[in-house]
């Protein structure tokens, strides 16, 4: 693609480089809790540009625009207009954070209006576009050689994680495990339940069964729906689990009421192959910990990158079987899930998943 051309980025090095964004996220969404803290931090070398896409605007909407140096709203531009709103930005970097999500202006990514093209955050996987010239990762989720011939964009692997979190520090987390009061064991799992597949429910069960007199909290908002939640008792019923092993809740009001729930929980099961990203920082942010396995793909790998980057190294198996073993050891050990409670929160302000400077130079 012709965009800018190249030879004008040689020119521009002293002075700010333009970064471009497009989004339909910026607003309350996964993808602003991850973007809100870069966009906040950039250098006075970057000049950045954010294109919302968005149907939605609220107060997370007027942070980002507060915080980004030039603010679109291009919901109503066609692809060939938004393409000649960049080109007379004179974008250099035109980041994508949608992928093929809802909301996505991929059509103008394929019209390469900027010299460089990054794809980051908003899909996890290739966008299979020629004109997207990168792929932001990094070394854990992507290691070098694991899947690099089944992306279209080059893979830029970043030096610590490839995503950076802001945790909220007006919702306190507690300091003590609900086992102190429950006397068992509390599971729980908060994801999609796109990913709480049949491979997953087999798993957790094995777990609930080696774990005695265990629990296991699931939150979605589809379990408003009475069938839905019999209909997932059935699933674990097929493998031994009780009714009564099982707690099903529902959406929350707020998101402060959402992470309030965290209290519930002992310890936290990742999905696979497609794991938590949201969901697992905010429990981690809560003072839960949370068992995954790294698999062979970006998406299966996601929940070993940010335990990784939080100094959590052994609470990550490397396969389903020591993913259970893992689980029931860490459930068994009830005295270091305590102290970790207490200090998992300043722990994980402390990482590299919290660094916003060094994640944004």
């Given at each position: 693609?012709?965009?800018?051309?190249?030879?004008?980025?040689?020119?521009?090095?002293?002075?700010?480089?333009?970064?471009?964004?497009?989004?339909?996220?910026?607003?309350?969404?996964?993808?602003?809790?991850?973007?809100?803290?870069?966009?906040?931090?950039?250098?006075?070398?970057?000049?950045?540009?954010?294109?919302?896409?968005?149907?939605?605007?609220?107060?997370?909407?007027?942070?980002?625009?507060?915080?980004?140096?030039?603010?679109?709203?291009?919901?109503?531009?066609?692809?060939?207009?938004?393409?000649?709103?960049?080109?007379?930005?004179?974008?250099?970097?035109?980041?994508?954070?949608?992928?093929?999500?809802?909301?996505?202006?991929?059509?103008?990514?394929?019209?390469?209006?900027?010299?460089?093209?990054?794809t980051w955050l908003g899909y996890a996987d290739t966008t299979g576009l020629p004109t997207i010239d990168y792929r932001l990762v990094d070394a854990?989720?992507?290691?070098?050689?694991?899947?690099?011939?089944?992306?279209?964009?080059?893979?830029?692997?970043?030096?610590?994680?490839?995503?950076?979190?802001?945790?909220?520090?007006?919702?306190?987390?507690?300091?003590?495990?609900?086992?102190?009061?429950?006397?068992?064991?509390?599971?729980?799992?908060?994801?999609?339940?796109?990913?709480?597949?049949?491979?997953?429910?087999?798993?957790?069960?094995?777990?609930?069964?080696?774990?005695?007199?265990?629990?296991?909290?699931?939150?979605?908002?589809?379990?408003?729906?009475?069938?839905?939640?019999?209909?997932?008792?059935?699933?674990?019923?097929?493998?031994?689990?009780?009714?009564?092993?099982?707690?099903?809740?529902?959406?929350?009001?707020?998101?402060?009421?959402?992470?309030?729930?965290?209290?519930?929980?002992?310890?936290?099961?990742?999905?696979?192959?497609?794991?938590?990203?949201?969901?697992?920082?905010?429990?981690?942010?809560?003072?839960?910990?949370?068992?995954?396995?790294?698999?062979?793909?970006?998406?299966?790998?996601?929940?070993?990158?940010?335990?990784?980057?939080?100094?959590?190294?052994?609470?990550?198996?490397?396969?389903?079987?020591?993913?259970?073993?893992?689980?029931?050891?860490?459930?068994?050990?009830?005295?270091?899930?305590?102290?970790?409670?207490?200090?998992?929160?300043?722990?994980?302000?402390?990482?590299?998943?919290?660094?916003?400077?060094?994640?944004?130079?």
């Amino acid at each position: 693609g012709q965009g800018q051309g190249t030879g004008n980025l040689s020119k521009v090095l002293n002075e700010p480089i333009k970064v471009g964004y497009v989004s339909a996220d910026f607003c309350e969404h996964s993808v602003a809790r991850f973007f809100e803290p870069l966009i906040a931090v950039h250098s006075s070398k970057i000049e950045t540009y954010c294109y919302a896409n968005n149907t939605k605007h609220d107060h997370i909407t007027e942070r980002i625009k507060s915080k980004s140096n030039h603010w679109r709203d291009v919901l109503q531009l066609s692809d060939a207009q938004l393409c000649k709103q960049i080109k007379a930005d004179g974008i250099h970097i035109l980041v994508d954070m949608s992928g093929h999500s809802d909301g996505n202006r991929l059509q103008v990514f394929a019209a390469k209006p900027a010299p460089i093209q990054v794809t980051w955050l908003g899909y996890a996987d290739t966008t299979g576009l020629p004109t997207i010239d990168y792929r932001l990762v990094d070394a854990v989720t992507d290691p070098v050689g694991l899947g690099d011939a089944f992306y279209s964009e080059k893979l830029f692997r970043l030096p610590g994680p490839f995503l950076c979190y802001q945790g909220d520090t007006n919702i306190a987390g507690t300091d003590d495990i609900p086992f102190k009061k429950n006397d068992h064991i509390t599971f729980g799992s908060f994801n999609n339940l796109n990913k709480v597949t049949a491979e997953v429910i087999a798993a957790w069960s094995r777990i609930l069964h080696q774990v005695p007199n265990s629990k296991l909290v699931l939150k979605a908002p589809a379990f408003k729906e009475a069938s839905l939640v019999q209909f997932y008792m059935g699933l674990f019923a097929t493998h031994g689990i009780a009714a009564e092993q099982l707690i099903f809740l529902q959406k929350t009001k707020t998101t402060q009421e959402h992470l309030e729930l965290y209290s519930r929980v002992d310890l936290c099961l990742d999905t696979f192959p497609y794991n938590g990203t949201t969901t697992t920082c905010e429990a981690l942010w809560m003072g839960v910990p949370v068992v995954t396995y790294a698999g062979k793909r970006h998406v299966a790998r996601v929940g070993a990158s940010i335990l990784h980057h939080t100094g959590l190294d052994d609470w990550v198996a490397a396969d389903v079987d020591e993913f259970v073993e893992l689980a029931v050891a860490k459930a068994n050990d009830v005295e270091a899930l305590a102290e970790l409670r207490g200090s998992l929160r300043k722990q994980v302000q402390a990482s590299a998943l919290c660094d916003h400077e060094t994640f944004a130079s």
